[in-house]
């Protein structure tokens, strides 16, 4: 008989409020040993952007902006704070779409997301004139967790996913994908392989991080201060120079664009 499929997404708690410089890895590690689920080899662990970025000090505060006047113009026909609009243009590698009717701007990010403000925001921050900037390279900010991991456990190996909320093109809503990724395939690949009727499937590749990020935001939640999930079950595919790359559709192939 076969095993039945199972995962268990466990929130992290007792992880503290960060103010930069920490090594996110011990205190991850430390605090999953203090609520009694120690890592084990092959967990998953999905960790919000906010404690990333607080962490390697994205932090920006916005009085220290001086607003071109692009983005004097788009604020004052949307009653935007100019200083904010500037800094969305300062991350941005290209801008999608500015909608002066909503107030958004659409824009591909130098990690090559396309979302709206460039990710940036401010909950979860301290100060109205504070925002937070998406981790400058979240690949590499999600090796060094994995490492600082492996380091302080004595060798614990982990996959790890660096999440964020985005909206969603033809649905409503938001969810949560994955930005960055070490040490697992961030797709799970079906293609060559047979459906249960027998048939070759050809198309079918699974955004196997984005699923993992979008179900460890069941117990993070935005506003209950548990920043860390694991997940335990998942075989995912081992790779160890992993990246978020396979992930970020290619710009001939957008329809939005």
Known sequence: MSSVPRLEVIGITGI???????????????????????????????VTQKIVSKAEFRLVDLSSIEPSPLAVNFADETQKDPRLVEL?????????????????????????????????D??????DDIVCLLPEDSDRS????????????????VAIVISDTFGRA???????????????????DYRGTLDVNGMVLKV??????????AAAELV???????????IRGYDYEPIEDATIAPLIRERSKDMFR
């Open 16 to 46: 503290p409020e960060l103010t930069g410089g920490e090594s996110l890895g011990s205190l991850i590690a430390d605090a999953a040993q203090a609520q009694g689920t120690p890592l084990q080899d092959g967990d998953v662990l999905v």
């Open 88 to 120: 969305v243009l300062r991350e941005s590698k290209s801008v999608v779409r500015m909608d002066s009717e909503r107030g958004i701007i659409i824009s591909e990010t130098r990690h090559g997301f396309v979302c709206a403000n460039a990710g940036i």
């Open 122 to 127: 401010n909950s979860n921050v301290p100060g």
């Open 142 to 157: 999600a090796r060094t967790i994995r490492e600082e991991i492996k380091h302080v456990t004595g060798g614990t190996d």
């Open 170 to 188: 033809w649905r409503d809503g938001h969810a949560n994908i994955a930005i960055g990724v070490a040490g697992m395939n961030p797709v799970k």
């Open 204 to 213: 079918t590749t699974i955004a196997a991080a984005d699923e993992l990020a």
């Open 220 to 230: 993070t939640a935005k506003a209950i201060q548990v920043p860390v999930a694991l």
